[in-house]
């Protein structure tokens, strides 16, 4: 597929989820952030974004709980580009029942590249980074070009 150019803004939209086991992991990581994720737009999944929300007084527009349909939802805004950073504590060594709708949401992550942090310090990282709150250009399948020139027999 074709490739095209798109700019991450400055001002992230950034995906905050958290398995169970993790949450508390992540309402610490919150805590700890709290002046630089006060600059962006933050999204999460329900419970986790009624946690951080409760904790933090961080605004966050809070999605369906992951299991029920969030994950599917922050899927469909990464696909959107309304997504601009993924931030997904989750528990490696727990089964999940909705494990199918994290591994969709991982990969439409790595389709629309967009960074994506696992812990702590990978979340660290990437909010540390000069490239945080700047424009930042990233390639992404033109799938407006692929369309166009998508041939279906019928």
């Known amino acids: ?10 001002k992230k939209n950034i995906a905050l989820v958290a398995h169970d086991g993790k949450k508390a992991a992540l309402k610490l990581w919150c805590i700890k952030h709290l ?69 969709a949401l991982l990969r439409l992550a790595a389709v629309w590249n967009i960074p994506v942090a696992c812990n702590e310090v990978s979340a660290d990282m990437l909010l540390s980074s000069p490239l945080m709150n700047v424009e930042l250009e990233r390639t992404l399948p033109d799938y407006e070009k692929y369309l166009a020139t998508r041939q279906i027999d019928i």
């Open 1 to 10: 597929m074709d490739q095209k150019i798109q700019s991450l803004p400055a």
């Open 35 to 103: 002046n630089a994720l006060s600059e962006h737009t933050l999204y999460a999944t329900g419970t986790t974004g009624h946690l951080i929300n409760k904790t933090t007084g961080l605004d966050v527009i809070q999605l369906l709980s992951g299991p029920m349909g969030g994950d599917q939802q922050l899927g469909a805004k990464i696909a959107e580009h309304e997504i601009h950073m993924l931030v997904f504590f989750w528990d490696p060594l727990a089964s999940q029942p909705h494990d199918p709708d994290v591994k």
